[in-house]
């Protein structure tokens, strides 16, 4: 049974909600802090552009978010309340790195109508009080006493009950706030009030203004000498402080999102739904408004979000397409406009509709999303692992060993690639025709195998065999000094940094040699008791930041030992042993390596049976500490460092490719789409930069890596917002309904699509127009019964404005020819086809309030048409439905779900059993034959049981809920299927698995496990809830319970697959405390939920 399952972000939410600038992580940094629905990132701004911090999950749902500054401290504080009314005080230690909770605490009330338009949460610029707008009719009064401590909350009633939009003034002796509110004729005005925080009372402020522009919904503060306020409308701008008021009218838009350019507050940025962004400049005589002005700066991501960091640089937040970090300018960029963008920040929100697809046909599944809204509408292909761009190939088979030389030290390119194979050595340059071509390396003993071969200092390059150490000039490439093994001794293993050369030959000696201009001297040797299986002497500095050409050198070198199956760190010059770790085991180690990455030093260690033991490393004493065990492979694995994108990565090459990242100090490790790599080095040539070259079975390729990510995600921009999808395997497309806005006579108008793109180049093949007022509602491909053809049918609705409800559509049966849509049959319906599926042969179809069964039934005339064959009425509206064999679940706008069944005899759909609760449903899907999912509009998860073994029919007839979880998430979508290779050997191979995707843009999982694991892993939660604390000491328990407005339930049946996972990167100590509650080894544990990981 699938009642027990398991939810993880496989793709965390992307849609910006909120963003504040200010200095939060220390009193001279500028931070930029953003909010993304259920995490929080925070940024400091460098040179170099935007450095992330933190970033965090938060039990809850951010509602507002407030910076601000107590008197007495130096640097800000910030304030979050949630969704569920849970507010927090948070504050940046720089020393532990850490978040640390100042205050928190509930502010809801037990009686009260939520409001809504949303929370309001705002903070009085003297620092007085904080104000929260949550239920209609009362603004709660948090005041801040002199030292910063927050002091009881109260209410105020507020006579205006639809508020818009709330703000606290600039400059006013007592707190003072700015309500814009519509009446009951809808007619809007905005007041002001003074709060008394003695009397706990509101006093009437200095101004009202009356009747604003009908479509006025944001209030801008204008700091002092100033003052007043700026109202936002649709169709003009009005800025009013008491006895001065000033109106600029401007063109028809919706403003979404504003931010403020000067500490004065005479320049503002606004941006409104279709992405064009705009300045409003105040211009005063003393204190004094004299003129506004308004101007277009071009057009960006739909803005939710609006904040200027420093220099003309802004971050525009968007929950509808990326988000950017863009640069101002005085002058007109090339495309034309006043905005150059620097970075973007890829956002899949809001995932509307999704299909699992395998487009490289390797058994991967990909993800094609709808994302995106407005002119900011894409499909995102979205799939698991780092892509290889293949430039280049050449069939060598056997290869032993592969390094890349430069003519240079110092030099940018490379320009050998050096190949051992098992008696002799090849060198590989790059021609004038950009192939790659043998070449001879005089200096070089090629009739063996090649140990080691890198660049060295003075120009210089040494090449390690069995029997010597050879160094070559590299310009002229004659051999210019060697060391040799004594007689009757062969060299094992060796290994170079720029000045230094480590070489093991038998019975365990290690010797120690240092490169001078055209010399090698031996400086140590040293004996130790076991056979040396890998050595690693880099530098933990990046080479190439020492092109002042002073070379840098290593002051330990670490040694992977047989027999004792240990790691020795040893301290250069002498080679006198400062640690060793005893790895357990029976499996040697194959591959050390010690690195840099995000300036954290570590020892990396790979098993040769594809475990990998990672250290962090103390440069001074040599100490290992933090011991960590992954597991990446089956076979042995060889570690590389690599360059890209100006950062330090590493790959380890093996059957499973892996490369080892660093985000926020913590390693990531995400696999290469490649079946088997044995060996890989970089190779940075003039005519492939940035590339590595890679030894896989039989060939070798060169190629360049993408953007080092757990997912690839790869944008089809559209210009139009995508709404249902679905993939046409045999045409090789993908067929999209979307809706185009555009801008007539200052009027918006919708057109709707059909599409058909390419589902490799996603170039358009083929497009239908929609009937005017007509909207896409649902695509699917399919067959039916004794027609071979594969169909693309469309469910339309027509959307007449004097209509509440569609009571027209169409279903349209397209047949696709040479690349092309053809309409082979449509079928007026009454009303909306909201779902659409196959069923055994026939077309299921969820129309309004009705589910209808229809056959493909031949005409006379041999063309074939849609007829009913039966339906099933009594919905509210039949907005989802999911089909497996004769069983159909049907997913209501309000009453939760319905189990139907068909009869074939009676050829009638029946109701078999219902779920009794009020459920709001987003979406729907089967997990087995027993037992259905559901999402709800409150952001929750539950799953029912059909009873069929029930005794009464009363029992039968109702679906049992048998888990709940409240996800935080609004699911729009599941499918079944997986973005992972499943692998064979692993453990999760067998554990069903469904994707669903959200309006936040993330991607989630939902896999199914079989009981045992099940308890394992709730005992293993309750763990972590008491060592891993929630930021703001907000509660995991509550979080995740089941809550809507009717009812607040424990979660059940669900395991937090995020809070589970993240036991992966606890320090050591709090690893050991878990594993010890749970009376299992670290070890144990760490492969247990390593193997979650795999899900996703």
């Known amino acids: 049974m699938s009642i027990w399952n398991y939810v993880v972000t496989a793709h965390k939410p992307t849609a910006v909600t909120h963003s504040l600038v200010g200095s939060f992580t220390g009193s001279h940094d500028m931070n930029l802090i953003v909010g993304k629905s259920t995490r929080m990132e925070i940024y400091l701004l460098t040179p170099q552009g935007l450095q992330p911090l933190v970033d965090v999950p938060l039990y809850g749902r951010i509602a507002t978010m407030e910076l601000f500054r107590p008197p007495g401290e130096l640097k800000d504080l910030l304030f979050i309340c949630t969704e569920r009314y849970k507010f927090c005080v948070l504050e940046y230690d720089a020393e532990s790195r850490e978040l640390i909770t100042r205050a928190n605490g509930d502010v809801s009330d037990r009686i009260g109508r939520p409001t809504d338009n949303g929370q309001i949460g705002i903070v009085d610029p003297d620092f007085r009080i904080i104000g929260l707008h949550l239920y209609d009719g009362l603004f709660k009064v948090i005041p801040i006493d002199s030292k910063g401590h927050l002091k009881e909350a109260f209410n105020i009633r507020l006579e205006e009950l639809q508020v818009i939009d709330i703000k606290f003034l600039y400059g006013c002796e007592r707190p003072t706030i700015a309500v814009l509110y519509q009446d009951n004729k809808d007619a809007r005005h905005v007041k002001t009030y003074e709060v008394q925080v003695r009397d706990k009372d509101f006093s009437d402020g200095p101004w009202l203004q009356s009747n604003l522009d009908g479509g006025a919904a944001l209030i801008i503060p204008v700091p002092a000498p100033m003052g007043g306020a700026i109202i936002v409308g649709e169709q003009s701008i009005v800025y009013h402080n008491g006895g001065n008021v000033k109106a600029l009218p401007m063109r028809p838009c919706l403003v979404e999102a504003y931010g403020r350019v000067d500490p004065d507050g005479s320049r503002y940025l606004l941006g409104d739904h279709m992405g064009t962004l705009m300045l409003l400049a105040l211009s005063r005589d003393k204190d004094r408004v004299v003129t506004m002005k308004l101007e277009t700066l071009g057009s960006v991501s739909s803005p939710s979000t609006i904040s200027y960091l420093d220099n003309g640089v802004v971050f525009l937040g968007s929950a509808h397409g990326d988000s950017q970090l863009v640069r101002l300018s005085e002058q007109p960029a090339a495309g034309g406009g006043y905005v150059e963008e620097l970075e973007r920040f890829v956002n899949l929100g809001p995932i509307v509709d999704m299909a699992v697809v395998d487009l490289d046909r390797q058994g991967q599944g990909q993800l094609v999303t709808c994302s995106g809204a407005f ?18 190939t050449v069939e060598l088979e056997g290869i032993k060993g592969m390094w890349s030389l430069r003519r240079g030290t110092w030099d940018a390119h490379d320009t050998f690639l050096v190949v051992a194979f098992i008696s002799e050595t090849r060198s590989l340059a790059i021609n004038d025709e950009d192939e790659l071509d043998e070449t001879d390396m005089l200096g070089f003993d090629s009739n063996a195998q090649t140990l080691f071969c890198g660049n060295v200092a003075h120009d210089q390059i040494v090449q390690v065999t069995s029997s010597e150490l050879r160094l070559v000039d590299a310009h002229s490439l004659q051999q210019v000094a060697d060391w040799k093994a004594p007689a009757g001794v062969s060299i094992n293993v060796a290994t170079a940094n720029l000045s230094q050369v480590l070489l093991a030959t038998g019975g365990g000696t290690l010797v120690y040699v240092e490169v001078g201009e055209k010399s090698l001297t031996e400086k140590a040797h040293v004996t130790l008791e076991h056979e040396i299986a890998c050595l690693d002497v880099s530098t933990l500095t990046d080479d190439n930041s020492m092109a002042d050409g002073t070379v840098p050198r290593a002051g330990l070198a670490a040694v992977g030992m047989w027999t004792d199956m240990s790691i020795r760190v040893l301290r250069l010059p002498g080679l006198e ?14 591959s050390v390596l010690m690195c840099c990455l995000e300036q954290v030093p570590y020892l990396l260690c790979a098993l040769g049976d594809g475990h990998l033991f990672n250290f962090q490393l103390d440069r001074e004493s040599g100490q290992l500490s933090d011991r960590k065990k992954v597991s990446l492979g089956t076979q042995p694995i060889a570690l590389r460092t690599f360059r890209s994108r100006d950062a330090t990565h590493v790959f380890a090459a093996s059957d499973r490719p892996t490369v080892i990242h660093s985000s926020n100090r913590k390693l990531l490790y995400s696999n290469v789409n490649l079946k088997e790599v044995t060996h890989m080095c970089p190779f940075n040539c003039a005519s492939f930069p940035d590339s590595l070259a890679l030894a896989k079975e039989g060939d070798l390729t060169i190629g360049t890596i993408d953007d080092i990510q757990k997912l690839h995600i790869r944008t089809v921009p559209l210009r139009e917002q995508p709404r249902r999808i679905c993939h046409h395997e045999q045409s090789h497309s993908i067929a999209v309904t979307t809706i185009k806005v555009s801008l007539i006579n200052g009027e918006e108008a919708e057109s709707h699509f059909v599409r058909l793109l390419s589902d490799q180049t996603f170039d358009q093949l083929s497009h239908l127009p929609l009937e005017p007022f007509e909207n896409g509602c649902s695509i699917i491909s399919c067959c039916f019964a004794d027609d071979p053809t594969v169909y693309i049918v469309v469910g339309t609705a027509f959307a007449f404005p004097d209509e509440q409800e569609p009571t027209k559509g169409r279903i349209l049966v397209l047949s696709v020819e040479g690349g092309k849509l053809h309409v082979a049959a449509e079928k007026e319906t009454k009303g909306a086809v ?61 009453k939760s779900m319905s189990l139907l069944v068909y009869k074939q ?15 709001w449903m987003t979406a729907v899907e089967i997990l087995d034959d027993d037992v259905y999912i559901g999402a709800e509009n409150s952001f929750n998860l539950f799953t029912v049981r059909k009873n069929g073994d029930a005794p009464t ?7 049992e809920v048998v888990g709940e979880y409240h996800l935080g998430e609004f699911v729009n979508r599941f499918r079944h299927g997986s973005l992972v290779m499943r692998l064979p050997d692993s453990e999760t191979t067998n554990i069903p698995t469904v994707l669903f995707g959200t309006v936040s843009g993330a991607i989630g999982v939902v896999a199914s496990l079989p009981q045992d694991l099940f308890s394992f892993l709730h005992r293993l939660q309750v763990c972590l809830t008491k060592v891993i604390k929630g930021v703001g000491g907000l509660s995991h328990a509550e979080w995740r319970s089941f809550h809507n407005e009717r009812k607040t339930v424990d979660a059940k049946s669900f395991i937090d697959g995020d809070l589970v996972e993240a036991f992966l990167d606890l320090k050591r100590g709090r690893m050991e405390e878990v594993a010890g509650q749970m009376n299992v080894s670290v070890e144990e544990l760490c492969k247990k939920v390593e193997e979650l990981t795999r899900l996703h």
């Open 375 to 392: 002119g900011d509408g894409s499909l995102r292909v979205v799939r698991n692992g780092i892509g290889i761009n293949e430039q280049a």
């Open 577 to 590: 042993e400062v640690h060793k770790e005893v790895l357990g085991g029976d499996v040697i180690p194959r």
């Open 834 to 894: 909201y779902n659409l599926n196959a069923f055994n042969g026939k077309l299921l179809a969820g129309i309004n309030n009705k589910v209808q069964l229809f056959r493909w039934a031949a005409r006379d005339d041999g063309a074939r048409e849609l007829l009913v064959e039966c339906g099933h009425f009594g919905h509210i509206l039949a907005l989802y439905a999911a089909c497996r064999g004769d069983f159909i679940v049907v997913g209501d706008l309000m």
């Open 905 to 919: 005899e009676e050829g009638a759909l029946e109701l078999r059993a219902r779920d009794f609760n009020a459920n």
């Open 953 to 959: 029919d009363e029992e039968r007839g109702r679906l």
